[in-house]
């Protein structure tokens, strides 16, 4: 892997991790893009390569919430009522995507990590978001915050997140949207998203660098591994920032638009038949 590929990667999956448009899926029609795809040992590790990615954007969501999970830290340790609340509804939510993660792993990797499987997941994540903006127009204003949360919302909210192994779906979007139909305002969906996202996220990063990592690294060495957490970490802390202000002045349909028009470019590229790509 070139120094600028993993640069570009690393910037994909900054941008894309936390924003509702699914970093796996623009990964994966990145990776395709520079031509990642041309061998099957190189595509297998380059999936490899997109997921351990996410480490940076782990990282820059540590360094962001940092008082908000130091609460939590405290909590567990008994020294914070609401930290220990917060982080127990965590670990709730994280429970439906860490039982049925291992087992649909390998699946997901050979059938849906592909051009045709992200595109329907984009196209159908785009209605989604747009019927989601008109559902909120005619429905009360979401009053909730995290202090309202109790156990059957955070399982609600981390069972979505198993819909999003599908590539292309996006982690992000079905949580923030089972948040927000939950009526929790805008800042509060996004925050859980967050946080729930370092667990869920960490899991399967490490899941990952177990199992594929020494392959990765003997396919591209070291260097590119750092260049793209680093450049990962920076994108993801500017676009974590940038989307909690965004979702409150203006919702999710600029999102949905977006998903589409990906999904339509795609479909258009596909249908000339200007890519192809191996399965696994």
């Known amino acids: 892997m070139l120094w600028w590929q993993a640069l570009i990667l690393g910037m994909v999956e900054g941008v894309t991790e936390y924003l509702p448009i699914s970093s796996t899926g623009h990964l994966i029609l990145t990776a395709w893009l520079m031509g990642l795809h041309q061998e099957p040992a190189r595509w297998e590790a380059a999936f490899a390569f997109n997921i351990i990615l ?21 909590g567990v340790m008994g020294r914070n009522k609401e930290g220990r609340r917060l982080a127990g509804y965590l670990g709730l939510a994280f429970l439906p995507a860490a039982l049925l993660g291992p087992l649909l792993a390998e699946p997901i990797e050979v059938y849906l990590n592909g051009p045709w499987p992200v595109v329907a997941a984009l196209f159908a994540g785009g209605v989604l978001m747009l019927v989601m903006g008109v559902f909120s127009r005619h429905r009360r204003q979401r009053i909730r915050t995290l202090n309202d949360l109790d156990w ?15 590539p292309g779906v996006s982690r992000s979007m079905v949580t923030i949207v089972a948040a927000l139909l939950l009526g929790f305002n805008a800042t509060a969906a996004a925050e859980f998203s967050f946080l729930l996202g370092v667990i869920t996220l960490g899991a399967a990063t490490a899941f990952k660098a177990l199992q594929d990592g020494p392959a990765m690294l003997e396919q591209f060495g070291l260097g590119p591994v750092l260049l ?21 002045r203006h919702g999710l349909a600029l999102f949905g638009w977006y998903r589409l028009a990906i999904a339509a470019l795609c479909t258009i590229l596909l249908r000339l038949q200007m890519f192809t790509m191996p399965l696994l």
């Open 228 to 248: 793209g957490f680093v450049t990962a970490t920076l994108s993801a802390g500017l676009a974590v920032s940038w989307l909690v202000r965004f979702l409150n």
């Open 152 to 166: 059957r919302m955070a399982l609600l909210i981390g069972s979505s997140q198993c819909v999003a192994m599908w």
């Open 54 to 74: 996410q480490a940076g954007a782990i990282a820059a969501v540590l360094g962001l919430y940092r008082s908000r999970l130091l609460h939590m830290a405290h």
